[in-house]
């Protein structure tokens, strides 16, 4: 029984060829997408989850920030008996000598000697117990000892990173794992080095820097979340930023929240969790498209399959066979897209991984247990998909057969609401991508208030005192303009100075820059008057707001001490437009003060050339230390590089939903006009145009896609107006998208039926009645 209807389901596919096509490949299309956003979403989810104490590890934040002072570690262990661990946490870089011969810039972090018995981090060598015991002890990653080393095992070897400052290999560790909110590095070493590195013994013991991570490992059985206003109210008497209000909260964020947390903390990478919810909808909304494309195929094909229907009912099969018999062709079907799906998955694979910024590894998840979700997947959409054709088609009796009334009762009217609803999404989707892109393209090409072109920002790694022969061989090579050197800029954010003004807790971002970068970035300057001063600083125009100096005096008090102010510079943006501009303030690098980085303005005619030359000078003046640099433009972009992704995912998407809806508008208006042959027929005879019957045909399928618009149009505001609302500066939302998506799709869904139209009404009418 079953052979033979199965070579029946085989027998109606091979003969519908297109049908078949499009039903197939259009579901395999569509779980293509399921399977890489799904494995994305996975693995974003999952972030940090493979570590054993996860449960027990909280990483301490305030006030949507989770720098601290480096004494709260301890102070917390001593006075709060629910911690059993703590480790500090810092990012920070430096060029170190392996040999005599060879330097390297290493990227570490720098933890405590707990952070091996708190984190999962697998070692290869090394008791991770002791490995960060020594305050000098510095643990490799793989990858990077066996760039440093070669197979030859690292361990007691030593690393300098200054003649006085050197460093012994007690460990090595496996490179950090994607999934984890750490930023990936080259080795770990012992916080307490951080007072050696930068040479301020003071700094282990000193509340002044709360630049630091902190993360608290509580003890079993223990609450230790429920003692945050206790320490909040233990900082408020004696940590000056609780003190003077700067920071109002204390808060436990759980170690698997922190990837998708909102507080900042330097060196962590972080997504935004309404970007996966997104994903999760997009997910959702494909495979129900699919479904939706799917019913409406077969409904399109009841006119066949309901007359076998009714036959086998003839021949004695029960309802109940009839619906088990289509559902299982429904489940066959979906286990062939699948299989194609998941070929389709591999070979879209990389251009995923470049699009999202991550690495999937479809291969690594093919496991047993994957094995058996699929199958349950599988069943569970094939039985979806199959069930309402299954019953529509069913229900016919034999009677309605022969007289004629199973066309009257499978015109489908509810598969055109079903299409409608694909026109919804297409219009929402075309919409939101638009915008999406529209805002990325703003964010790239606002002006921040200062030259980004042909800018290149370099890591420093000479001493002050060679600053000026560098800066003179530099301007010495064809195509550099200008070189100027800086202790912060608006790129990298500059360095957080906060005091008392008139009893209010100000906060600034300084920039500490020599004259050559006032005249490099181009900043619209307003001098005061006063007379210069090396101490003197320039402050931004919302500086000179909060600080309330109107009229503007030629001073204003930091601390205790009476600051120039040189003169007034127009708002500038430092870092990305996600937060407003806030008060800022430049001052005057000295002869012998440390430079973090170098900026070289080209003049653009061949950059490749004018770089390959600064990398050559670069290299003879650090002993053959390579340049770190990026063009500020190119910076810039990497800021947006989520949002434009974001529009690029979801264009995908929207092309995806239209190809559907097209597949369904095609499927059903093939199965409409059939309906309507002799109808045609008899309206060609009574002299009705070709024109006027292409118009009445696509007529009833265009009206769906104005109900559609109607629907369409305030669900896309409401949604973009609440995705923009994360943006401090964001492009407007002009009308006229609305009306261009809802021509888009118009014209989309006209093309899919105006072929067929043109068809049926140029046919000879007796062909038509003839066909009838």
Known sequence: MWSKNLKSFIKHLLNNKLYTLIIVFGFAISLMFVILLSVYVKKELSVDGFHEKKDRIYRLIHSDYSGLAPPVG????????????????YRNSNVIDISEDEKIRINYLLADSAFFTMFSFPLLEGDPKHVLATRHGIVLTRSFALNAFGDESPIGREVSFRPELRFTVTGIMEDLPLNTHFQQCDAIINFSALADIWGWQGLLTSYGNSSFGLYLMAKSGTDLPSKAPMILEEFQKD???????????????????????????????????TLILIFSMIIVLILGLAIINYINLTVSQAGFRGKEAAIRKILGSSKKLLIQQFIVESIIVCVISFGIALILSLMAEPFIDRLLGTKLGLKQEFRLSLFFVSIAFILFVGILSGLIPSLVISRFSPVEVVKGSLRKKSKGHYSKILISFQYIIAICLLICTWMIARQSMFLQNHDPGYNRENLLKAVNDIPPKRKSALRDQLEGIAGVERVAYVAGSPVDGGNNQSWVHNDKPVSFQEFVVDSAFLEMMG????????????????????????????????????????????????????????????????????????????????????????????????????????????FVDDTIREWYKKEENTSKIIGWFSLLTIILAIMGIFAMSSYFIQQRIKDIGIRKVNGAQSFELMRMLSTDFLKWVFVAFLIASPISWYAIHKWMQRFAYKTDFPWWIFLGAGIAITVIAFLSVAWQSWRASSRNPADSLRYE
């Not at 301890?74 to 661990?85: C, F, G, H, K």
């Not at 003190?243 to 947390?261: H, K, M, N, V």
């Open 74 to 89: 301890e102070r917390l262990l001593m006075n709060y008996p629910e911690v059993e661990s703590y480790t500090r946490m």
């Open 523 to 630: 900043f619209e300057i307003t001098p005061t008057g006063a007379a210069y001063d090396k101490r003197g600083m320039y402050l931004n125009e919302t500086a000179v707001k909060v600080l309330e100096l109107d009229p503007l005096p030629t001073s204003f008090k930091r601390y205790d001490e009476e600051i120039p102010v040189l003169g007034v510079i127009k708002d500038f943006h430092f870092r990305n437009l996600y937060e407003p501009i806030g008060p800022a303030m430049v001052g005057q690098l000295q002869q012998d003060q440390y430079v973090w980085s170098i900026f070289v303005k080209t003049d653009g005619l061949d950059n490749t050339f004018t770089v390959n030359k600064v990398q050559e000078v670069y290299k003879e003046f650090t002993g053959g230390i390579p340049l770190q640099f990026q």
């Open 239 to 273: 940590y000056w930023m609780f003190e003077e209000g700067r920071a109002d909260t204390i808060q436990f964020e759980p170690l698997t929240d922190c990837y998708f947390s909102s507080a900042y903390s330097p060196g962590i990478q972080r997504n935004n969790k």
